[in-house]
């Protein structure tokens, strides 16, 4: 079902970084972006600052998505 993951850059606090997640990822990503009204940069910017020293960026990712669909359908 899932294919290999797909580098994008995106800018977090003015520097460029890429982030590599599966194609169903980046699509559920810019859809929560877009239900929050907020550009992607400034979702992962949120992200970044949120998560873990010992974390890498795109797992933090993955599980906020996860945990976003998840919250909505009351699991």
């Known amino acids: 079902m899932s294919t290999r993951p797909q580098k994008h850059s995106l800018t977090l606090k003015g520097h460029r970084t890429s982030v590599s997640l599966e194609p169903e990822f980046w699509t559920a ?3 929560i972006a877009a239900a929050q009204s907020i550009p992607i940069n400034v ?3 949120d992200i970044d600052a ?3 020293a010992d ?3 795109a797992s933090a990712i993955r599980v906020y ?3 976003w669909y998840k919250d909505r359908s009351g699991d």
Do not use: K, N
Request: charge should be neutral; proline fraction near 0%; avoid cysteine.
């Open 50 to 52: 949120s998560r873990e």
């Open 55 to 57: 974390v890498g960026l």
């Open 29 to 31: 990503f810019r859809d």
């Open 43 to 45: 979702l992962a910017s």
């Open 65 to 67: 998505v996860l945990a």
